[in-house]
């Protein structure tokens, strides 16, 4: 699963629970971060061929980066803001802090896979928004 599929499934989850919510506030769904975190590790680990450590090290920075994402997705949501760009830029931050971790976990090798990805891909994508949002 790419970041981009992970960012459309964050956002489809967080407007299904939102919708669910205002239907049944007494059933609220919550998102499984763990599972997800585990899928994209074991779907990393496939790719790029990373040892056990490294499998546990990148299911540690998912579990610790997608609940902060998803929480600031949800303040902006909540706070009545429905313009794409700010769900883009907290999205970007935070999958540029995912790339920072990944960047230390693999291997040189292991990186300049990922970079000529489709992971590398939309990293290229994300720096240039994120440039210019800084200017």
Not at 6 to 34: D, F, Y
């Amino acid at each position: 699963m790419s970041n981009l599929k992970i960012i459309l499934t964050i956002a489809v989850i967080l407007t299904c629970n939102s919708i669910i919510s205002a239907q049944n506030p007494q059933n609220e769904e919550k998102i499984n971060i763990p599972e997800m975190a585990a899928k994209e590790a074991d779907n990393l680990m496939g790719l790029f061929k990373l040892e056990e450590y490294q499998v546990f090290l990148v299911d540690s920075v998912l579990q610790a980066n997608l609940p902060v994402m998803i929480e600031e997705m949800t303040k902006i949501k909540q706070s009545g803001a429905s313009n794409q760009e700010s769900f883009q830029y907290i999205s970007d931050k935070w999958l540029d802090k995912t790339d920072e971790a990944f960047f230390k976990i693999f291997t040189k090798e292991q990186w300049n896979k990922y970079l000529k990805s489709s992971y590398g891909k939309e990293k290229k994508k994300r720096d240039k928004r994120l440039k210019k949002t800084i200017k």
